[in-house]
C-alpha cells in the first residue's frame, strides 16, 4: 500500500486532473454473466458513495464511460439504461457528488464495428471534444477489467485496477480504497 500511495502523490493530483471511472464493477456490482438491465437490479458497491465524495474534492471533473454491450445484444434498450443513469446520477446530487457527464458504448463488438467500445478510446475523445480543458497526461481512468486499462493506457492516462491484485498494474481492491490513498 505505501508504494502505491507513494506513486500517487507523486503525480501531484489537483483539480486539473480528470477521473475517468467504468460504472459496473467499480460503481455498482457487476452481475456475472448478465446485465444491470434495470434500475432495481442496479447496487452500488460499498462504500462508493464516500469515495465519490472524496474523489469530487480531488478532481476538478470526473466522467463515467461504460460499454454496455446489453444493448447491442437486445437484452435491454437505450431507455432502459438511460433510466438507470438518470436514477444513479439523482442519488449522486442528492449525495452532493459531481458527475460531469456519462458516456456510454451500445454496441456489441461480435456484431458492430466502432470506435466507442473500450479499449478503444472513442469515449474519451468525446469528452475531450465536450470539456476540452481535459488533459489526458493529467486524467486517471479507473476499471475493474484489462479493457478500461488498455482504454486509459491507449488515450495517455494513468490507469488504475479495482478489485484484483495484480503486480504489472496499480491495482486497489475497492473504489473507496483508491480514494483514501489519495488523501493519507
Not at 149 to 155: D, L, P, S, T
Amino acid at each position: 500500500m505505501k508504494e502505491r500511495k507513494e506513486i500517487l502523490k507523486n503525480l501531484n493530483i489537483d483539480k486539473g486532473w480528470t477521473l475517468f471511472l467504468d460504472r459496473d464493477g467499480v460503481i455498482n456490482k457487476k452481475i456475472e454473466g448478465d446485465y444491470v438491465r434495470s434500475w432495481s437490479q442496479f447496487e452500488f458497491l460499498p462504500k462508493t458513495i464516500e469515495a465519490l465524495k472524496i474523489l469530487s474534492t480531488i478532481f476538478g471533473r470526473i466522467i463515467i464511460v461504460t460499454n454496455q454491450r446489453g444493448i447491442g445484444r437486445g437484452l435491454m434498450t437505450e431507455k432502459d439504461l438511460l433510466n438507470i443513469h438518470k436514477k444513479m446520477m439523482k442519488t449522486f446530487d442528492k449525495e452532493g457528488i459531481k458527475i460531469d457527464k456519462i458516456y456510454y458504448c451500445p454496441h456489441d463488438y461480435k456484431k458492430e464495428i466502432c470506435d466507442c467500445r473500450k479499449p478503444k478510446i472513442g469515449m474519451a475523445l468525446q469528452a475531450k471534444k465536450d470539456f476540452s480543458e481535459i488533459d489526458f497526461s493529467k486524467s486517471i481512468m479507473v476499471g475493474d477489467s484489462l479493457s478500461d486499462i488498455e482504454f486509459g493506457k491507449n488515450a495517455g492516462m494513468k490507469s488504475i485496477l479495482i478489485g484484483y491484485n495484480n503486480d504489472k498494474i496499480l491495482s486497489f481492491n475497492s473504489l473507496y480504497e483508491f480514494s483514501k490513498s489519495l488523501t493519507l
